[in-house]
Structures are given as C-alpha cells and as structure tokens.
C-alpha cells in the first residue's frame, strides 16, 4: 500500500468522522486532513487517477469536511460554552447585574458568535435550517438576558441660579468655573457629570459703574447660572419621584453650603472666585417613552438675608469702594 491517499484515509479513520464539529476541533484531525486535501488528488495518487468516480466522490468529502473545519460557527459556540451561560437562560429579566454579563469575555465571545452563527457565514447553518433557527433563538436569548433595561421614562430638571461672583467677567468664560458649578449640581442631584449641562451668564446692571476702578479682587457682579440634569428611570413613576427629589436636593440646600460647594469644586478645578448664590429654581419635567409629558413640579428657593445683614452688606460695600477710589486719587 503505498499510494499516500490509502495512508492518509486511514489516518483519518482514525477519528470520529461522525462528529466532525468535535473532530475539528482537534489539531492532529486538522493536520490529518490537510495531508489528506494533498494526498488525494489525481495529481498525487494513481488509485484516484485511474477511478474518476472515486476522485470526485472523495474530493466532495474533502470539501465537505474543509468547509466544516473552517466554519467559524463552532469555534465560536465553543468559546462562548467556557462562560455555562445556558444556565442562565431560563431567566430573562434582564440580568445585566450577573457577573456573565458583565464579563467582557463572554460579551466579545457573544458578539462574535452573533456573526458568525448566521447561515451566511456558516456552512453547516446553511445546510441545516433546523440548526440554524434553533442557535437564532438561543442567541437572541443570550442578547436580551445581557440588554440593560429600557427607559421608559426621562426626567429632565432644569433651573437656573442667582449669584454674585467676583469677576464675572472671567468667571462666566472659565472651564474650571463651569465645571466647578456641574460637579455641585452632580453632587446635589446624585447624577454622573456628563448628564448636567450649565451656561452661566453675567447680568448686567444700569447706573454708573464705580466698580469699574476698583482692584480686581473687589469687582463682583450678578451671574445666571442656568442648568439642565438628565436622568432616565424604568417607569414614569420612578421618573417622578427621581424629579421630586433632585428638584428637592437643588432646592433645600441652604444658598451658603452651595455658595461653598461651587466655589470648593471651581477651586478644586483650578480657579479662584468667590461665590454667593442669592437664589435657586427648579422644575422637573417627566416625559414617557412615546414623547408625551406626564408631570411637572416646581420648587424654588431664594436666598432669605434679614433686614440687617442687607444693610451691614451694603455698609461695607460703600466703605469698600470709597477706598478703592481714594486709592485712584
């Protein structure tokens, strides 16, 4: 027996040829099949070159068997076996928090097995439909256990604060000023950052302005702070009463502890300014997932300074600016 196809058949009946997803998976059946795709040819074997039916019936078997090992369905359903995910697939209550959704493995493996067990890009899918429809509904399983919820619900609170700063000027066109006065509301709102959005503007006032002589450290002046927090939730309901206690937060802080928190976290994002805020608005409006607004609340807070604190203020800001225009003289 020396024709090499003889050799390298038996070779191959080595394996389990019955299970070729199983036999694919084994090194010495991918090298025993690569010596076969070789060895039997008319070329390379003079069984095969005097017995044409044979040496087309074995090339169909090569092909079959090459298309099976290069597959990419059942390298990639092995891959995403190693996680046991199919324990968790009676359970589809969107279970993100489990500790397989969360592993970034098993998402890489999911996405890949999502592409590659489709009957375009699988062989064996493609020549069995019952396969195929069967791994579709298992995968679309696997997607929707590891789907975060839906919104159902977007609350939006917006408002706008009343402060005097020094330098507004500089203060209304500073990043660390901005981001200063988002990290308070993030604060105050239990949100991340990135769903607060700020503008701050300097109110302008009519009448002389003596200040404008004044060393820079003493020019304060009125900034409008206006803010928009975003933040979703499963059910209008739970919408709501998110807006009910951002607005709440915002609102009952007293104006001298969120004088303090935006100028801590302006200075803490590398500015200096002072900051005293006058007063506080907010509205929160809850809108369902079809578009439709479902409720709106409101609170407000203004800043509540006695009769004489008003005067000594005023008091000191005279004296102030006297001797800052005597120091002109």
């Given at each position: 027996?020396?024709?090499?196809?003889?050799?390298?058949?038996?070779?191959?009946?080595?394996?389990?040829?019955?299970?070729?997803?199983?036999?694919?998976?084994?090194?010495?059946?991918?090298?025993?099949?690569?010596e076969t795709t070789w060895a039997c040819t008319p070329a390379n074997s003079t069984m095969l070159e005097m017995n044409a039916s044979l040496a087309k019936d074995m090339s169909t078997k090569i092909g079959m068997m090459q298309s099976?090992?290069?597959?990419?369905?059942?390298?990639?359903?092995?891959?995403?076996?190693?996680?046991n995910v199919t324990d968790h697939l009676d359970h589809l209550d969107h279970l993100d928090h489990l500790a397989v959704c969360a592993n970034t493995g098993f998402?890489?493996?999911?996405?890949?097995?999502?592409?590659?067990?489709?009957?375009?890009?699988?062989?064996?899918?493609?020549?069995?439909?019952?396969?195929?429809?069967?791994?579709?509904?298992?995968?679309?399983?696997?997607?929707?256990?590891?789907?975060?919820?839906?919104?159902?619900?977007?609350?939006?609170?917006?408002?706008?604060?009343?402060?005097?700063?020094?330098?507004?000027?500089?203060?209304?066109?500073?990043?660390?000023?901005?981001?200063?006065?988002?990290?308070?509301?993030?604060?105050?709102?239990?949100?991340?950052?990135?769903?607060?959005?700020?503008?701050?503007?300097?109110?302008?006032?009519?009448?002389?302005?003596?200040?404008?002589?004044?060393?820079?450290?003493?020019?304060?002046?009125?900034?409008?702070?206006?803010?928009?927090?975003?933040?979703?939730?499963?059910?209008?309901?739970?919408?709501?009463?998110?807006?009910?206690?951002?607005?709440?937060?915002?609102?009952?802080?007293?104006?001298?502890?969120?004088?303090?928190?935006?100028?801590?976290?302006?200075?803490?994002?590398?500015?200096?300014?002072?900051?005293?805020?006058?007063?506080?608005?907010?509205?929160?409006?809850?809108?369902?997932?079809?578009?439709?607004?479902?409720?709106?609340?409101?609170?407000?807070?203004?800043?509540?300074?006695?009769?004489?604190?008003?005067?000594?203020?005023?008091?000191?800001?005279?004296?102030?600016?006297?001797?800052?225009?005597?120091?002109?003289?």
């Open positions: 027996m020396n024709d090499p196809c003889q050799k390298a058949m038996m070779s191959m009946a080595t394996f389990n040829l019955t299970d070729l997803v199983v036999a694919c998976a084994n090194p010495g059946f991918r090298g025993a099949l690569q099976m090992c290069d597959d990419p369905c059942p390298e990639a359903m092995r891959s995403i076996a190693q996680f998402r890489g493996a999911l996405q890949t097995v999502t592409w590659a067990c489709t009957p375009a890009n699988s062989t064996m899918l493609k020549t069995n439909a019952s396969l195929a429809t069967d791994l579709s509904t298992k995968i679309g399983m696997m997607q929707s256990m590891c789907s975060p919820p839906k919104t159902a619900a977007t609350v939006v609170v917006t408002g706008s604060l009343s402060m005097t700063v020094s330098n507004p000027a500089a203060f209304v066109n500073d990043t660390a000023a901005k981001t200063g006065v988002k990290q308070a509301l993030a604060t105050l709102s239990s949100q991340p950052i990135s769903q607060i959005a700020v503008n701050l503007s300097a109110v302008t006032t009519g009448g002389r302005r003596l200040a404008s002589s004044m060393p820079r450290q003493l020019q304060s002046g009125a900034v409008k702070v206006d803010f928009a927090i975003t933040a979703s939730a499963a059910s209008t309901s739970a919408a709501t009463a998110l807006g009910n206690l951002i607005t709440g937060n915002i609102t009952s802080v007293s104006p001298s502890d969120l004088s303090k928190s935006i100028q801590a976290n302006v200075l803490a994002a590398g500015s200096n300014y002072s900051v005293a805020v006058q007063s506080v608005s907010a509205t929160a409006a809850v809108t369902a997932s079809d578009g439709s607004v479902v409720t709106t609340t409101t609170a407000a807070q203004s800043s509540s300074k006695s009769l004489a604190s008003r005067i000594s203020q005023s008091f000191t800001w005279v004296l102030l600016t006297g001797f800052a225009l005597a120091a002109t003289m």
